[in-house]
């Protein structure tokens, strides 16, 4: 846990934010309170601390900041047990726009004119409550009030499944594709799809946009949804925008209100342009259109 003192400007703390990759996390988290940042990640095994140190370092200098900043960096074990099955288990149902999402143990009634969408505990990051998901739940809502039909339709780093399962049901019509590079996000993918009656949606695994990735085989995309990181997102700009069919859209999440006009720039250079915002919290979601 890092937390940063009051007074750090909000447009330094990507920096921060950016200081370990996705592949090497289990998961992050940033919030803002009364001034003051805290950021989360949690790892695998215990991480080297010279080199948490040192990564950090790095991130204060590129923000143009001393080390002083920090204050307060803790690492410590977190005890055994399933966090995240134990807070789905806690969480009550709850809307996202047109979606009513609830796990197995809630057995009330369901709201009329709600989509509904049954996510279980998994292992696997979405649950749609957190400002990232919501928003790309937010996105796709506005497309389809505007009267946009996608035909084909991929949710690149899936996690839990419930974007793909979101679009799906929006759009029953259209082939939806489900995938992520962690096989444990798969699994639990395909659960949700099966589960909400989505059998037609593939759930398989894919290294980003790789050329040999089978993604490469179902493209172009009408809508490709990537809630990820910011990091990964501008590394697979130049990738995912030639998946993009003319006139496409994209949704980009994951990343941090400061974060979003580097991310917005690495798009703006292959044809994709924002034409809508979602920010919630400290996070921001961008929906972007093909110019060509």
Not at 23 to 46: C, M, P, R, V
Request: glycine share 8%; charged share 25%.
């Amino acid at each position: 846990t890092l937390t940063i003192k009051a007074g750090l400007d909000d447009s330094q703390t990507g920096f921060f934010a950016g200081a370990f990759g996705e592949e090497e996390t289990l998961s992050f988290s940033a919030k803002k309170d009364k001034g003051q940042w805290a950021f989360l990640w949690t790892f695998e095994g215990e991480p080297d601390r010279a080199d948490v140190q040192q990564r950090l370092e790095d991130a204060a200098q590129q923000a143009g900041l001393s080390f002083d900043v920090i204050e307060d960096l803790r690492i410590e074990e977190l005890e055994e047990r399933d966090w995240l099955a134990e807070s789905y288990n806690a969480l009550p149902p709850f809307d996202v726009g047109p979606f009513f999402i609830y796990g197995s143990h809630y057995t009330g009634p369901k709201p009329e004119g709600l989509i509904p969408l049954l996510i279980e505990a998994a292992t696997a990051f979405g649950s749609g409550e957190h400002g990232t998901t919501s928003q790309c739940m937010m996105a796709l809502a506005h497309l389809k009030d505007d009267g946009v039909e996608p035909h084909n339709i991929v949710d690149m780093g899936c996690g839990s499944g419930i974007l793909a399962a979101a679009a799906a049901k929006l759009w029953p019509e259209a082939q939806t594709f489900a995938a992520d590079n962690d096989p444990e996000c798969v699994r639990v993918s395909r659960i949700h799809l099966d589960i909400n009656n989505l059998q037609n949606v593939p759930a398989y695994q894919s290294e980003g946009f790789e050329k040999q990735s089978r993604v490469w085989n179902d493209a172009p995309y009408d809508l490709v949804i990537a809630n990820i990181l910011a990091a990964p997102l501008i590394e697979m700009a130049e990738e995912l925008s030639k998946t993009v069919a003319p006139k496409g859209y994209v949704i980009l999440s994951g990343m941090l209100r400061e974060q979003a006009d580097r991310v917005a720039g690495a798009y703006a250079e292959h044809e994709l342009s924002v034409i809508e915002k979602f920010p919630k919290d400290e996070w921001m979601t961008l929906l972007l259109q093909r110019r060509d």
